[in-house]
Nanobody, 119 residues
Framework: QARLVESGGGLVQPGGSLEVSCAASGFTVEHYAIAWFRQAPGEEREGVSCITSDSITYYGHPVKGRFTISRDNVKKMVYLQMNNLKPEDTAVYYC?????????????WGQGTQVTVSS
């Protein structure tokens, strides 16, 4: 059974750093692009970053230069390193798998991990 599980969320002060992780199982993750999305209360879901199966990376404008996505296909993990966090980064962060970045439909989704940026 295909599964994505996020972890690493928490409370961090503005300007701080946090890394969230996405663990994949039950499918050949190395053949998939993995994206991070986020959704804040009352807001629409927003694409944050994506990494292709060839490790080409993409970032949304609000996080470019602050966030770094990476993957380890041996461990079946994808990471999102978040630096210089801002209160507006507060959201539930989800990872999702698709054949390509920017796909209209994602095959698998995780359950999300909460990131709160507050003093």
């Amino acid at each position: 059974q295909a599964r994505l599980v996020e972890s690493g969320g928490g409370l961090v002060q503005p300007g701080g750093s946090l890394e969230v992780s996405c663990a994949a199982s039950g499918f050949t993750v190395e053949h998939y692009a993995i994206a991070w999305f986020r959704q804040a209360p009352g807001e629409e879901r927003e694409g944050v970053s994506c990494i292709t199966s060839d490790s080409i990376t993409y970032y949304g404008h609000p996080v470019k230069g602050r966030f770094t996505i990476s993957r380890d296909n041996v461990k079946k993990m994808v990471y999102l390193q978040m630096n210089n966090l801002k209160p507006e980064d507060t959201a539930v962060y989800y990872c999702a798998a698709a054949s390509i970045c920017g796909a209209g439909l994602y095959d698998y989704w995780g359950q999300g991990t909460q990131v709160t940026v507050s003093s």
